[in-house]
């Protein structure tokens, strides 16, 4: 089955919870993970495969998190591992900040974690990385 | 190219956590109740209004944590309201213990409520409770009511009375345990809690995050320190963590410097220097783990069935193992007796192990009794007080759970007929507040719990009249005291609307007598007019087992309950030849009735042997004996029911598996005269009395 990065945004707006992961860009180089509702202790197994698989595909991660409702902290110390992990390889993690990301790090107290370093807000958004680079989607 | 969606519902275990909540809320809630009513009683003591404020508070807080918004609003205006009395600001008065006990009601239904929405709360009176208590506390509606599910838990600061009181500045830190996620604890929701309580500062350390494989994803590795100026003292900060405590590490400490009083905040309070001499001794691990605490090392929650299951497997090993033991005296072995024996020994520990694992303390069914007493204290304009004495006293769980509706016929009884009016007792000069006993002792193998009063005793004389009128007696009936006042546990006493004409004590004391008899036990009053009414409950220690005489008749095999039995004498035929066929014998000058087994369930197989032998047993009638051809000895075993079929067979309790793999029938001897004493005192019967015809090999079938 064939999805676009629009069906799964789609998805992601009609589940209550989505995780979805894709490559893309030259040979495939980048892998996309888009989050989807309610990421918590529920889907924290899901979201580990997820960030685990991408960091073994790609040389560079995205991670897009503007459908998701809310972070429970299992998901956020999944990210924040997952970046420390793909600093240490030499890859390129990019988690761009959306307003219930920033929140869930304020009031977690892990705005200071540089969970979000080296992340624009230009990049938060799913349509603008199928509109500007295309995916192809399995 | 690979895409991957994984739908999940969330917290997987959510309801399991909720019934968690569920269950300590409770518990919470009947200390609520018992501290509101003490409260009652000295209206100005500060440690129970604190002891109430933190009980809300927390039912409060948890209950938002759990997803109980409902509840957690609703409670929050009752907490605001104890906020105001703790500070002063508001009266304790007995309008508003009353309001809030009648809140508790509500929010035991509220916790009750599942997730297809099915409840039992009563939302008009939840919003007649909102506003008066709100008009009681001076609080300014917020327009809210109850019964949405939109309400939204009020970020008020607990401890807010005491914003202007002192501020202290707090250093505290929490570090969640493996299993805190998946006890569906959230530490978001805890900091929120934190951040009402003042100025909070939270600082999330990610050292103990482990690589991306190692890590378990349910499990919270981040660990926090926070500044916390408030002036909510310690204890309120302890308050947030109180569902968690036993699964995180948590430390809360006065800060050494900083803003605010802090540099006159004073040494740590002594429970934290303790935990620090404690910890410094146990070694370098950092902060204080409450599973350390004795209190909660020493107890552990386990489900009912759990605990049931385990009991019946317990049964069953029992069952077993007397086979094995027959079976090693047939083989004549000695190693295998040797085994044999061995298991026995720890068949009999592990049995009264998990006896013991049943028994419990029978002060939860005590205590809830102190809000009945209240509420008809009130509505019938009395004044009393309820004693509660032995509330230590252990009991079978299966006893404890059946106990309560008994008592409280009992104690109804005794509040709407035995205790007289303010105005009576005046006249009689006797003390203006009248006194309710509750009280449970230990007797051999018996519990004896009592519900006495001082109130105006039963009338015998009036209690025989109108049982005459209604033709449950004879008018030349001959009865002593007590047999009379057993009348009163007639159904007719306890449906007629003159009961309480014949000096009351009727309504639902059939009930009582029926609900005790089921649980094997035996009701007995003593009354003295004027003076007070005693009603005694005699129950068994347990339901699961019961010590016995296995006796044999024809070639079956019956039980009968050691704790009534008196003593065996034999009955040869020149004895029955004496007594021109009645069924009676002389027992040293006294003559006892007795019941031939073989005639009672139509044995007719094998002649009787030429010595049978009488079971004397003690009954509320009074001495009576049971033939049977032989006693086997003592045993101790454990209860079957006898199932659906069987439920109208009221003479045999239970069945029990011998040895040899056959079933004996466990009779109760209270039953089985009853019939025969009705016909004898010429009063009616109360119910079929149905007898069970045995048949098959050893007269036994299942």
Known sequence: MTYSIEAWEKIAKESRVSIALSQAGQEGATTRIALGGSI??????????????????????????????????????????????????????????????????????????????????????????????????? | MNGRVMQEPGYGNAELFKQSFR???????????????????????????????????????????????RLAAFTHNLETAFDLVRSGRLEPTSELIDLTLSALDQIAAMLEEDAAGATRVDFAACNRILASVQQLA???????????????????????????????????????????????????????????????????????????????????YVQWEIELTTSAGQEAIRDVFIFVEDTCELRIEPASGGSSKAAEAGPPCEADLAARALEEKRGPSPGRRSSDKPDHASSLRVPAAKLDQFVDLVGELVTMQARLSELAVRRDDPEVTAVS????????ALRESSMNIRMMPIKGTFEKFRRLVHDLARDLQKNVELTIEGADTELDKTVIEQLGD?????????????????????????????????????????????????????????????????????????????????????PGFSTAKQVTDVSGRGVGMDVVRQRVENLRGTVEIASKAGQGTSVTLRLPLTMAIIDGLLVAVDNACFVLPLATTLECIELTRDDIAQANGKHIANVRGQIVPYIRLREHFGFQSSPPPLIEQIMLVETTEGRFGFVVDQVLGNCQ????????????????????????GTVALILDPERMIKNPVRASK???????????RLRG????RK
């Not at chain 2, 409770?26 to 404020?53: A, C, M, P, Q, Y």
């Not at chain 2, 009221?650 to 069945?655: D, F, I, K, W, Y």
């Open chain 2, 23 to 69: 269950e300590e809320a409770k518990e919470i809630l009947t200390e609520l109740e018992t501290t509101l009513l003490e409260l009652n009683e000295s209206h100005g003591d500060t440690e129970l209004v604190g002891r109430i404020f933190r009980a809300l508070h927390t039912i409060k807080g948890s209950g938002a944590m759990f997803g109980f918004e």
């Open chain 2, 138 to 220: 001076g609080i300014q509606a917020s327009g809210e009511t109850v019964g949405t599910k939109s309400e939204q838990v009020p970020v008020e600061a607990a401890g807010s009375s005491e914003l202007n009181a002192e501020t202290r500045k707090w250093r505290v830190h929490f570090a969640p345990g493996p299993d805190l996620m998946r006890f569906g604890a959230n530490p978001l929701l805890l900091l929120r809690e934190l951040r009402q309580l003042g100025d909070c500062a939270a600082r999330a350390v990610m050292d103990a995050v482990p690589p991306l494989g190692d890590l378990d994803p349910e499990r919270c």
């Open chain 2, 341 to 348: 024996e061995e298991i026995e020994r720890l068949t009999a």
């Open chain 2, 406 to 490: 008994p008592l409280m016929h009992l104690i109804r009884n005794s509040m709407d007929h035995g205790i007289e009016p303010p105005e009576v007792r005046a006249a009689q000069g006797k003390p203006s507040v009248a006194n309710i006993r509750l009280s449970a002792r230990h007797a051999g193998a018996s519990v004896l719990v009592s519900v006495s009063d001082d109130g105006r005793g039963i009338d015998s004389a009036a209690v025989r009249r109108r049982a005459v009128e209604r033709g449950l007696l004879p008018v030349d009936a001959e009865l002593s005291e007590s047999q009379i006042f057993a009348l009163i546990f007639q």
């Open chain 1, 40 to 138: 918590d202790i529920g889907s924290a197994a899901e979201l580990k495969v997820a960030l685990q698989e991408g960091i073994a595909r790609g040389k560079e991660i995205q991670v897009a998190t503007k459908e998701v409702t809310d972070f429970d902290v299992t998901a956020l110390q999944l990210l924040w591992a997952a970046r420390r992990e793909t600093q240490n390889a030499g890859l390129r993690f990019t988690l761009p900040p959306t307003g219930v990301l920033e929140e869930s790090l304020a009031e977690l107290g892990m705005e200071g974690s540089s969970l979000l370093a080296g992340s624009s807000a230009d990049l938060a958004g799913d349509t603008k990385w199928a509109r500007n680079r295309g995916p192809d989607v399995e």
């Open chain 2, 682 to 692: 010429r009063l009616p019967a109360q119910s079929e009395q149905k007898t069970p």
């Open chain 2, 697 to 700: 090999k050893n007269g036994c």
């Open chain 2, 637 to 660: 075993t454990v209860i079957k029911s006898l199932g659906r079929s069987y439920r109208h067979v009221e003479t045999v309790s239970g069945a029990t598996i011998l040895g040899n």
